[in-house]
């Protein structure tokens, strides 16, 4: 295998990214669905009809509460990322080495190595593809960024791989 690399900024942008792919669509739907009720509700009250918009805002309200409820986990997630990055000096630039021993991460603070067997798995959605490690740490890398050698390389050295 030959050795690749690649850069990444991880910055609000970035961690907008990473919660957008770990976003689930049904959620995403969710939220489509309250902010049309929310405009039925609107709607109804100015054309005069507040049976309509009465129903619609119960219906609306529930709506929000149930995604406000499933949005918890993707807070924590976004907690973690802004903690883990928030700590890099702006902008928090990473390089990622791909080679024969893993990946090597290199920012401000100096480089972690991750050998090919603590790596447990890979899953890629079309931006983000989430290095998941045998300690229960996930590695955001954004696609956008890694070249198609870097790419191959790390679905060759991985066992599991997943695509959304």
Known sequence: MTESSFSYTADKRFVRQVLQATTPKKL????IAVAGLAALVTYSLLAHQPWIGLLAGIGGAIAAVIAIGAQKPLREVQ???????GSLPQPAEITVQVDDAGLRFTNAHGSQDVPWSHIASVHQTRSVWFVHTTEGTTLPLPAASMPPDAAAAITAGVATVTTA
Not at 28 to 31: D, E, K, M, S, V
Not at 79 to 85: D, E
């Open 28 to 31: 995403r739907q969710l939220n």
């Open 79 to 85: 907690k973690s990322l802004t903690a883990q990055f």
